[in-house]
């Protein structure tokens, strides 16, 4: 497969290595790039966090190089397809992993789901365990 039918996304949350929907276990397999960081704030929303990006704060992930119908299937469990819910949207970060730069999809939670809702301090949901 030629690498442009590859893309890049960053999870932080359920999705992570271990977490309640491991991106481990979904098909087709992605691949792990790394660890890293971006500009954010992490909320506490119950079973799940929300990411609101941007800020002084930093949110703990990790990357994968993921396929096209890797990417659908991200998009049906974050409701942004095929009817968004507007829970989530889809953007565009870039994330530094061992000094290379990725494009990366995340899904930033709608900042209207966030009022009231704890701050996770550090941004990392796999530290608050």
């Known amino acids: 497969m030629p690498e442009a039918t590859f893309c890049h996304v960053f ?38 966090p929300g990411l609101i990006l941007g800020g002084e704060g930093r949110v703990v992930g990790e990357v994968y190089r993921i396929t096209p119908q890797l990417e659908r299937r991200l998009d049906e469990i974050e409701e942004v397809y095929p009817a968004p819910t507007n829970e989530y949207f889809k953007q565009r970060v870039e994330v530094e992993v061992d000094d290379v730069v990725f494009s990366c999809i995340v899904y930033e939670i709608n900042p209207d789901r966030v009022a009231g809702k704890p701050l996770l301090a550090g941004g990392d949901w796999v530290a608050r365990h």
């Open 11 to 48: 999870v932080y949350g359920t999705l992570r290595k271990g977490e309640a929907n491991d991106i481990h276990l979904l098909s087709p397999a992605p691949v792990f790039v790394g660890r890293g960081t971006i500009a954010g704030a992490l909320y506490q929303l119950g079973w799940y």
